[in-house]
């Protein structure tokens, strides 16, 4: 058989190894968030995250190339959680926006930040402790990404009637209330349960911004 004639080789891609593959990424970001928990930005080494998954430190570097890489994919899935996709885009989301009673989405709302900041709230108080330059733009981007969300819960707010305050002020109260450092002191120093703090985010969201 000619050259020419031969088929071209189909890459195999074995169902099987990819799983393998997406479960030694959740160890290594799941390892990562312990350590970071207990000993911080500067105590969490590549080195460290890897002894706690279980994989070559080899093994890290190839999937996330960095240890702020790590930690930049260790923020994004502790936001998105299990569904995988942008909030935005989840079911939270789109329940907030196909609610048609304004205290029934800030009730819905309330429920959805508060289940996200649980899991991503210790992440960034972490990072943010640490005050290195390579998280600022990391760091950052959050907050940029937390206040376009508001924004869109406002405007979904907004299509079901009028607000106590404007627009901008709205969106960036709920920003301030609803944020990860909040979270944490209520939860770690007030020592609040997860519902206490959703039942209190709904009821002071609904009073700041309904009339």
Do not use: C
Request: glycine residues 6%.
């Amino acid at each position: 058989m000619s050259e020419e004639s031969t088929p071209p080789r189909r890459a195999y891609r074995s169902p099987r190894r990819r799983e393998q593959a997406q479960e030694t990424r959740r160890r290594m970001l799941a390892a990562a968030g312990r350590l970071l928990a207990a000993h911080g930005y500067a105590g969490t080494t590549v080195a460290a995250v890897a002894r706690e998954a279980g994989v070559a430190a080899e093994t890290v570097y190839a999937a996330f190339g960095s240890k702020r890489a790590l930690v930049g994919a260790l923020v994004q899935a502790s936001v998105r959680g299990e569904e995988g996709a942008p909030a935005s885009e989840q079911a939270g989301a789109a329940a907030v926006a196909a609610a048609s009673d304004q205290r029934e989405q800030v009730r819905l709302f309330a429920a959805d930040v508060g289940a996200r900041l649980e899991r991503v709230a210790p992440v960034l108080q972490a990072l943010a402790a640490a005050a290195e330059p390579e998280l600022a733009e990391l760091l950052a981007n959050v907050d940029r990404n937390r206040l376009d969300g508001m924004r869109a819960f406002i405007a979904a707010l907004e299509r079901h009637g009028p607000l106590r305050i404007e627009s901008d002020a709205a969106a960036q109260t709920t920003w301030a209330l609803a944020s990860p450092e909040l979270h944490q002191l209520l939860m770690q120093r007030g020592g609040w349960s997860q519902v206490r703090y959703r039942d209190w985010l709904a009821d002071t969201l609904a009073a700041v911004l309904l009339p």
